[in-house]
């Protein structure tokens, strides 16, 4: 699943095009709500998307501050996200449905709402948003 690199990678990515305000040759707009960076995996192919820009420029901002927040974003992100992957004794219990809950918890705890995360079908012409209800994960249609 994703990494907090790739998180930080997804945001330069944006700032690298002024935030949005930056233009293709032809004279259109970028339009940040239309970058994506995805993610193949045993468990299926999966995106995150922004859902709300300011809050997540916001957060990324405090997190990329210093060596300091950024080393903290790094810790909490891979402790949340391993806590699911092993058992007492060490051995791996992931399956999807625990990686995807995981991730969920992991992209809310530290980014609240302002990315979602998609999953593709097989022969990806077909995503939908991830949530966790209740803790369920449910599949939102999204094509």
């Known amino acids: ?22 233009t293709y040759s032809n004279g259109t707009s970028v339009d940040y709500s239309n ?14 998307k922004i859902k709300d820009w300011n809050a997540f420029k916001t957060k990324m901002e405090s997190i990329l501050l210093n060596e300091f927040t950024k ?3 790094l810790e909490n ?6 806590k699911w992957q ?6 791996s219990i992931i399956t999807a449905g625990k990686n995807e809950k995981n991730m969920l918890e992991t992209i809310n ?3 609240g709402s302002s990315i ?13 948003r991830l949530e966790n209800e209740n803790n369920i ?7």
């Open 77 to 82: 992100f891979e402790s949340i996200h391993k």
């Open 137 to 143: 994960v449910t599949q939102k249609p999204c094509n």
């Open 71 to 73: 080393a903290d974003f």
């Open 116 to 128: 979602s995360l998609y999953k593709a079908d097989s022969d990806f012409t077909t995503w939908n």
């Open 1 to 22: 699943m994703f990494s907090h690199g790739d998180v930080i990678l997804f945001y330069n990515m944006i700032k690298t095009h002024n935030f949005g305000n930056s």
């Open 109 to 111: 705890s530290l980014l």
């Open 86 to 91: 092993f058992d007492s004794l060490g051995n």
């Open 35 to 48: 970058f994506v960076i995805t993610v193949a995996t045993g468990f299926g192919t999966y995106a995150l």
